[in-house]
C-alpha cells in the first residue's frame, strides 16, 4: 500500500481554466472574494490553496473546486 502520495492537482491552475471558461479575469475574482490582485495571482500560482480561500473562490465562480479534490480521492481509492 502507498502512503503519503502526491496529490496530482494544481489547483490554481483549475481555477483559472474555470475564469478562462468563465471570460472572467483574475480582478474579477478579487473583488468578489475581498482580495486584491496581486495577492491572488500568488495564491493561484500555488498548487495548494487554504480551504477559506478555496470555499470563496468556488462561490464567486460557482463550482465546486472540492469536488476535485473528492474525486482524486476517490480515484485512489479504488486503485
Known sequence: MKFFMK???HIGDEIRKELNFQERSVAWLANRIGSDSSNLRKKLNSSHIQEEWLYKIS???KK???SLYS???S???QV
Open 7 to 9: 496529490i496530482n492537482l
Open 59 to 61: 462561490i464567486a465562480l
Open 64 to 66: 465546486d473546486f472540492f
Open 71 to 73: 474525486q482524486q480521492l
Open 75 to 77: 480515484d485512489e481509492i
